[in-house]
């Protein structure tokens, strides 16, 4: 081996290094700093990042068993004021399911008005010709599912209503130059 020459894992035990002492460092002002390519350094930064988010992960449940309270548990207070737990009550498929339906309508109904929604804006656009960005298009598929639910189910839901006002937020938010969230 040449002198002089690293060896890749140590650039990676470098960069590592940097990252859990600078978890929140500039991935290109990285890269640059340690003469390595930019994938290396956005790919250890994203690795030091879940490794940290894991970590405040176990130490928050550790927090929670600490003060008593079981994972996935719900805290009561017996009449002589013991502290028990008790699992959280098991939620089916079908139950969520038939909860869905009271509020949206029949699935197949909703599929088939939203993909109708969804075509038409398609067919407008693409007549026009305009760009449409990534983000954009995943809003209006958003909007057309929450629409179509609008009209198959109760259209007094909130939800279904905030739900839009938010899609659309997020791509005005880039449109203005906002940060995306």
Request: charged fraction near 25%; glycine fraction near 6%; hydrophobic fraction near 45%.
């Amino acid at each position: 081996m040449q002198k002089g020459t690293r060896l890749p894992g140590s650039m990676s035990a470098r960069l590592r290094a940097y990252y859990e002492r600078n978890p929140d460092a500039n991935a290109y002002a990285a890269a640059k700093l340690f003469k390595c390519a930019e994938s290396l350094s956005y790919t250890v930064r994203k690795e030091v990042r879940a490794k940290k988010a894991a970590e405040a992960a176990r130490a928050a449940s550790v927090e929670v068993a600490a003060q008593g309270v079981a994972a996935q548990g719900v805290l009561d207070l017996t009449p002589d004021m013991e502290i028990t737990t008790t699992a959280a009550p098991a939620v089916s498929v079908d139950d969520t399911l038939n909860t869905r339906a009271a509020a949206y309508g029949k699935f197949v109904d909703v599929a088939e008005t939203s993909q109708a929604i969804l075509a038409l804006i398609g067919e407008r656009i693409a007549e026009r010709g305009v760009p449409v960005q990534h983000d954009m298009a995943a809003a209006l598929q958003m909007i057309s599912m929450k629409l179509a639910r609008i009209a198959n189910g109760d259209p007094n839901h909130l939800d279904s209503w905030l739900d839009i006002a938010g899609y659309a937020t997020l791509v005005a938010d880039r449109l203005v130059g906002k940060a995306p969230r």
